[in-house]
C-alpha cells in the first residue's frame, strides 16, 4: 500500500481493467481529454520487461484506482488494540 501511495504521489494511476501503472507523458498535453475518459499517449509500466513502454490507449476514468488509504498504527494512549487476545 505504501508503494501504491508513492506511486500515486508520483501521477502514476492503477488501470483496474488492465492490471497496469499509467501515467501521462510529456506529450500528454496533445490527448483528447473528454468528461470521462482520455485517449492519447501514456506511458505504462511493464512488469515483465521491469521498464515503462508508450502506449496509445482510451483510459476510462473510472477505471483508475482512487488514492490507496494508508491505515495509520494506533497512537500512543490508544487502548482500542491493547488487551485484545488477552484474558
Given at each position: 500500500?505504501l ?17 497496469f501503472?499509467v501515467?501521462?507523458?510529456p ?29 496509445h490507449l ?5 477505471s ?12 500512543n ?11
Amino acid at each position: 500500500m505504501l508503494a501504491a501511495s508513492e506511486l500515486f504521489s508520483r501521477d502514476w494511476r492503477y488501470h483496474k481493467d488492465e492490471k497496469f501503472w499509467v501515467t501521462r507523458t510529456p506529450d500528454s498535453n496533445k490527448n483528447e481529454v473528454g468528461r470521462s475518459c482520455e485517449r492519447g499517449v501514456f506511458w505504462v509500466f511493464d512488469p515483465l520487461l521491469w521498464k515503462k513502454t508508450i502506449k496509445h490507449l482510451t483510459l476510462d476514468y473510472s477505471s483508475l484506482e482512487e488514492r490507496p488509504v494508508i491505515p495509520t498504527p494506533p497512537q500512543n494512549g490508544d487502548t482500542t488494540a491493547q488487551g485484545q487476545g488477552q484474558r
